[in-house]
Every structure is written in C-alpha cells, then in structure tokens.
C-alpha cells in the first residue's frame, strides 16, 4: 500500500546566496568537558555546506564557523515528562509563538513560520520517506525547528522528546500519559468522528478536532493539508488514537532498530515498511496519534501538529544512541547508504546516498551534506540527557 503518489517529488533546489550566513548566533558558553565529544573534521564538509537560494529568516553557521565546535556545550534535549511545568509552558509558548511570526517559505498556504516548516515537509514527503536520507532529513528539520524556537522567539531550552517507550512501559492507558495532558502538555483526543479508512488502521477511536489543551481551535490552525495540496485551508488540529499502533513504540521494538550492522540497515528497520501489520517504531506517534484521520497521521501535513516535533526528536535520539552507545565511532559519524529514490533498495532506479548528498529544507536553512548532519555536536550543536 501507498501513501502518496511517488511522482509526485516536485521539490525543487533553490540557487543560492551565502551572504545572510554571519555570525549572528549567541556565543558559545563555557566548556562542560564532560560533554565533549570530538567532532570530526569540519573541513571535510566545508564549501559542501552552501546556503539554499534565498535567504534564511535566520543565519546558520558556516562549517568554518560552526559555531558550536568540541570547544563548545551543546544545548542538552531532555524528555518532555521530565521538564518542570514551567519549561513545558516555556516551550509551548515558544511554538505559540512561531506561529505568529509571518512565513519566509513563498509556499501558497504558509502563513507563519510553524507553516513553512509544515509546508516544506509537504513538498518534499514523496522524497524524504523510504531513502537513505530518511533519518538525517528528519534531524536537520528538528534541529532548524529548534533553532528557530531559540533564536526567533527567545526559547532558551533544548528541543524535548517524547519517549513513548517509557509511557508505553509505565502502564497508563495513554490517555492519562503527559504528553496530551490538556493543562501541562499538548491536548488529547479528538472526539469519535466516522471517516475513511483506506489502510484499515485498527481501533481507531477519535478523528475530530483536539477539544483541550494549548492547540485546540481556533486558538490554533493548521493553515495546509488533507493530503499533498499547500493551498491555504485552515482547520483545526485533528488526532485519532490507535491503542495498538501506539504499541508499536516500545523498547524491544527499539531493540531491534538497533541491532543493525550499519547505517543502511538502521534507518531501513527504523522506518520498516508501510504495512499496518507490521510493527514499526516510526508508525507508533504518527499513527498511534494520529491513526486515520489525525493530523499526524497525514504523511504530508504530520508536521501541523506540534507533537511531531516530540516524536521526531525521539526517533533522532534513538538513532543517536545508536550512533554513541552501541555502535562504533568514528564509523557511525562517516558512513551513510541507502536509496535516493523511495523504496528503491534494489538500486534499480537512482543509486544509493553518499556523504555529500544534499539535504534541502528549503527557505529555512541552507543546504547541508549529510556529512554535516551525522555529528550532532559539529555544524549542529545539541546533545541528549543520558537516561
Ligand atoms: C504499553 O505496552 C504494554 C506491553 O505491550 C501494553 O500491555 C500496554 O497496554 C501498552 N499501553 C498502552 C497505553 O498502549
Ligand atoms: C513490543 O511490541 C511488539 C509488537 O509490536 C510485541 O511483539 C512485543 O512483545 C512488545 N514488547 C514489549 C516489551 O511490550
Ligand atoms: C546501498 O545501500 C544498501 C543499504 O541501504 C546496501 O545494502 C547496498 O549494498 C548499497 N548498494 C551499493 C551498490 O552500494
Ligand atoms: C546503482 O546502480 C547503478 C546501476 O547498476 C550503478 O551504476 C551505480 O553505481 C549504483 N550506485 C550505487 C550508489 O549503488
Ligand atoms: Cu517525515
């Protein structure tokens, strides 16, 4: 089964223009030794990073003047349950407020900065799913989120995650899990609502709008989307629970992500296959959430709900401590493969990725090779707590 035309891959790499690209982001603090970890050499990927086109609302470094470097502390993500009620109204204030800032992307529907992130992901979906560069796509777009949270709108923390794993383990049904709390997290679920259900998602159990919570309309809108068109149609935050897809995130299931041999091999259990059968890691938050009728659930507009941006930190971390924990450096700071076409893993129609292989997320940040992007604390500059 499909869930989007695969020719449909429109994305189209801007030109570029490096002169936005100062020195513009906060100086680094002091050194934490204890978190240093040596970044591989950033002249491997110099001139390779090239700023996209136009101008991003906000610099970015140079690889040259990374501006976080093994001299630097990296900002430190920390679970979503784990921060003090205060930190999550910080953080959900912070994404509030992106979505009053006025959209730099030129994508039709894209009203503010939340909905050219929305938008972007839009665009490129038939070309960031089932390749190679499935997971470091992902990482750039978080991290550029993140940066956006800090540096726009005054946001002083570190992007949070949600680990699912853990809720999913504590036994809660996840309707009492904090993440969806209506006063400290993100609102729950949408009220039962009949609709199509062309993948059979099981049990599913909502679909309306979000009623509670910080998201719920018309406080906010998702301004794109059902589905691939960015045309402006705005409604409200829609999620759709699916108890048993909900399941899928647990720690064997973790497990199994990292018992891989290489990269290749990870990020292709770490996405699995499109089957509502099988069990994948990736499914969990958007189609446990999102099920048939949720906005996370729509592999085009996941984005317009901001949980995405929890889920998608999650699944970086676990790549992460994939990368630190149990695989052997610098082999998992160097190595990348994987099909550049979707689910093209016979290599029949467009190769596999190489290290300089572009990532492109538009107006939001400047292109960067996948080289710059498998080192979490080099050109990006951010770290997970231990758990
Ligand atoms: C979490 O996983 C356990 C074990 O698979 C399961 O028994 C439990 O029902 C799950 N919790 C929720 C809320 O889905
Ligand atoms: C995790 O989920 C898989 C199915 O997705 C199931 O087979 C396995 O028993 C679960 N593990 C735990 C610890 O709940
Ligand atoms: C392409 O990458 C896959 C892993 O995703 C690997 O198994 C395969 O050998 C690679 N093919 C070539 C020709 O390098
Ligand atoms: C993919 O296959 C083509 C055709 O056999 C081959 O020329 C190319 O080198 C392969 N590329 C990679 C990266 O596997
Ligand atoms: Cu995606």
Redesign the pocket.
């Known amino acids: 089964m499909k869930f989007w035309s695969t020719a449909t891959a429109s994305f189209i790499g801007l030109a570029i223009s490096s002169q936005a690209f100062a020195a513009v982001l906060p100086r680094c603090p002091a050194p934490a030794p204890a978190e240093v970890v040596t970044a591989p050499a950033l002249e491997d990927t110099a001139g390779a990073l090239k700023p996209s086109g136009v101008s991003p609302l906000l610099p970015w470094p140079t690889p040259s003047k990374a501006y976080c470097s093994a001299r630097c502390r990296p900002v430190v993500r920390k679970s979503w349950r784990k921060l003090s009620t205060s930190e999550k109204s910080k953080y959900i204030a912070a994404v509030q407020c992106l979505t009053k800032k006025k959209s730099v992307s030129g994508i039709p529907g894209a009203k503010n900065i939340f909905d050219d992130f929305q938008g972007t992901h839009s665009e490129q979906t038939p070309t960031i799913h089932w390749v190679g560069h499935f997971v470091l796509w992902h990482r750039y777009f978080i991290a550029t989120y993140e940066h956006y949270l800090r540096n726009l709108c005054g946001y002083t923390g570190a992007q949070p995650y949600w680990d699912w794993e853990y809720d999913n383990a504590s036994g809660l049904d996840m309707a009492q899990w904090p993440i969806f709390n209506p006063t400290t997290g993100f609102g729950g679920n949408g009220p039962y609502k009949n609709g199509d259900n062309p993948f059979g998602i099981p049990d599913r159990t909502g679909g309306g709008c979000v009623p509670d919570g910080p998201f719920a309309y018309p406080k906010f809108t998702v301004n794109m989307g059902p589905g691939e068109s960015t045309g402006y149609n705005p409604h409200c935050l829609t999620r759709d629970f699916s108890r048993p897809l909900m399941k899928w995130g647990n720690q064997s299931n973790i497990n199994w992500v990292w018992d891989t041999p290489d990269y290749g091999h990870f990020t292709r259990r770490l996405e699995n296959v499109p089957d509502f059968t099988i069990p994948n890691i990736h499914g969990s938050g958007h189609f446990g959430v999102g099920g048939a009728l949720g906005t996370i659930g729509d592999a085009y507009n996941s984005p317009g709900d901001p949980l995405f941006y929890l889920h998608h930190a999650n699944l970086d971390r676990v790549f992460w401590q994939w990368q630190w924990q149990k695989k052997n450096l610098p082999r998992s700071l160097t190595e990348v493969s994987g099909p550049i076409v979707a689910f093209d893993y016979n290599?029949?129609s467009?190769?596999?990725v190489?290290a300089s292989f572009q990532i492109n997320i538009g107006k939001l940040a400047p292109n960067a090779p996948l080289s710059a992007l498998l080192n979490t604390q080099g050109f990006l500059c951010y770290t997970y707590e231990k758990p």
């Open positions: 290599n029949l467009g190769g596999n190489t």
